[in-house]
């Protein structure tokens, strides 16, 4: 299993990678996306070029970010390495975006309401949650009718949090958020989303540290180890 394919309502193409299907070895293996992983950058390269072939892109104008837990979201641009920050959006057929993560959810959000199609990425973790960072993806493709899919991440059976977390997530999101010391992320999101005005909600409801076959997880086995994402374009 290459990747996870969301049918999103319009012209696009949005794969979730898994690990499954690259040229990478060892800790990195096998479809590692992140050449700051530590990985050999010729097969990360190949990695991205194969990633970007199952959407029928050409990887030269692979737009993403280097990524910090950020708010930010920016228009993208072919080519486009480097911008800090941790969204990218585009209403420009044909120009891949990707956002990456290994625990972190990757979060994929496409205007559905017949006007001008337009795609974002978000790269979305516990910081960029409370920052904003659903908020700002969906500002910037002008709110109207949109859509949403939650990728594989860190899910709630795994992902125990100490009282720095767990208290603003309780304060925004009710106790129920953090249940014995376990965050639901992927509910987090959900509601984040459907707050900033998505209306269509899709959960793939994958935890990444419970899949050791399918997905890279920094919880589950610490440094080094590679990252999978979340890849579309405007068809």
């Known amino acids: 299993m290459t990747h996870l394919r969301w049918s999103a309502p319009g012209p696009y193409e949005i794969v979730f990678t898994t690990r499954v299907g ?15 992983t530590g990985d050999e950058v010729e097969r990360v390269d ?5 990633a970007c072939a199952d959407i029928g892109s050409d990887v030269e104008r692979l737009a993403l970010n280097y990524q910090v837990h950020s708010a930010t979201v920016l228009r993208a641009r072919a080519g486009a390495r480097g911008d800090r920050a941790d969204g990218l959006w585009t209403d420009e057929p044909d120009l ?4 990456m993560g290994a625990d972190c959810l990757p979060i994929a ?4 309401n017949g006007d001008v199609p337009a ?9 960029g949650l409370l920052a904003g960072i659903v908020e700002s993806a969906v500002a910037a493709l002008g709110g109207g009718r949109l859509a949403a899919a939650v990728g594989p991440g860190i899910g709630p059976c795994c992902y125990e949090v100490r009282g720095d977390v767990a208290v603003p997530y309780r304060d925004r999101f009710g106790t129920r958020i953090v249940d014995a010391g376990r965050l639901d992320l992927w509910r987090a999101a ?8 998505v209306q269509r909600v899709e959960r793939l409801d994958t935890c990444t540290a419970c899949a050791p076959e399918l997905f890279f997880s920094h919880r589950r ?8 994402g979340v890849l579309a374009r405007v068809a």
Not at 22 to 36: E, I, M, P
Not at 96 to 99: G, Y
Not at 119 to 127: E, S
Request: positive net charge; proline residues 4%.
């Open 22 to 36: 690259g040229v990478s070895q060892g800790d990195y293996a096998s479809l590692n996306l992140g050449r700051k």
């Open 46 to 50: 190949e990695n991205r070029r194969r």
């Open 96 to 99: 891949p975006l990707l956002a």
């Open 109 to 112: 959000i496409v205007r559905a």
């Open 119 to 127: 795609v974002a990425v978000v790269h979305a973790g516990w910081r």
């Open 190 to 197: 959900e509601e984040s989303l459907h707050g900033a005005g």
């Open 221 to 228: 086995d610490g440094k080094p180890h590679g990252v999978q």
